[in-house]
């Protein structure tokens, strides 16, 4: 994936970033850094297709994101936004996005690459441990690993996170985002937190 002078204007407001030049290859990390109001939400909303620039270009494999099937490219990627949600219904249900004919070792594996396996078990109900519409029976952490758990479900050649461990403290952090880099998990975070960046990351500022 590519970016090629990538800006994104929200209108008389101005632009949020401009000029973005990066590109992420098999089994790299990036880190998208910089101040509050920067545009890094921005960016990855950019680069998983949900919002089109303003100006340049999103390439994958070469190609313009806008001359592809968007349902074929998000097959793709998996992605943890700020704003995501759990559904009614249990944790596996969550972690497998709901499909009737769902890998139960496959939502065990991804719960254990989340490192949120050892709190499912310690429920009374485990995996069947139903949770509400804003995962209400979970911490923010654990709603946290959960969601990463659903994006990992899907095999994602490339895992978008988008301050997907803020609630997390930072020991814990760096443990699943070693986990992930060593597994050869191509991975584009967006951080507040400099100081919990794997060193194994590529810093992208934006300013």
Same mark, same amino acid.
């Given at each position: 994936?590519?970016?090629?002078?990538?800006?994104?204007?929200?209108?008389?407001?101005?632009?949020?970033?401009?000029?973005?030049?990066?590109?992420?290859?098999?089994?790299?990390?990036?880190?998208?850094?910089?101040?509050?109001?920067?545009?890094?939400?921005?960016?990855?909303?950019?680069?998983?297709?949900?919002?089109?620039?303003?100006?340049?270009?999103?390439?994958?494999?070469?190609?313009?994101?806008?001359?592809?099937?968007?349902?074929?490219?998000?097959?793709?990627?998996?992605?943890?936004?700020?704003?995501?949600?759990?559904?009614? $219904?249990? *944790?596996?249900?969550?972690? %497998?996005?709901?499909?009737?004919? +769902?890998?139960? =070792?496959?939502?065990?594996?991804?719960? #254990?690459?989340?490192?949120?396996?050892?709190?499912?078990?310690?429920?009374?109900?485990?995996?069947?441990?139903?949770?509400?519409?804003?995962?209400?029976?979970?911490?923010?952490?654990?709603?946290?690993?959960?969601?990463?758990?659903?994006?990992?479900?899907?095999?994602?050649?490339?895992?978008?996170?988008?301050?997907?461990?803020?609630?997390?403290?930072?020991?814990?952090?760096?443990?699943?985002?070693? $986990?992930? *880099?060593?597994?050869?998990? %191509?991975?584009?975070?967006?951080? +507040?937190?400099? =100081?919990?960046?794997?060193?194994?990351? #590529?810093?992208?500022?934006?300013?």
């Amino acid at each position: 994936i590519e970016a090629k002078g990538v800006a994104y204007a929200y209108g008389p407001e101005g632009f949020a970033f401009r000029g973005v030049d990066f590109s992420v290859g098999p089994g790299e990390s990036v880190a998208i850094v910089g101040p509050s109001g920067c545009g890094k939400t921005t960016l990855i909303k950019v680069l998983v297709g949900l919002l089109e620039p303003t100006e340049g270009a999103v390439l994958v494999n070469g190609r313009s994101l806008k001359d592809l099937d968007l349902s074929q490219y998000r097959r793709r990627i998996g992605a943890v936004m700020q704003d995501d949600q759990l559904f009614v $219904g249990t *944790i596996e249900d969550n972690i %497998s996005f709901f499909d009737p004919e +769902h890998d139960p =070792e496959r939502v065990r594996d991804c719960a #254990r690459l989340a490192m949120i396996d050892a709190d499912i078990a310690a429920m009374p109900m485990g995996y069947n441990t139903i949770v509400g519409s804003l995962g209400s029976a979970l911490s923010g952490g654990q709603k946290q690993r959960v969601l990463l758990a659903r994006a990992l479900y899907r095999r994602p050649q490339v895992l978008f996170l988008d301050e997907a461990f803020d609630q997390l403290d930072m020991a814990l952090e760096e443990k699943i985002s070693e $986990g992930l *880099i060593s597994r050869g998990q %191509s991975i584009v975070l967006v951080s +507040h937190r400099t =100081e919990s960046i794997s060193t194994r990351y #590529r810093l992208i500022t934006l300013e």
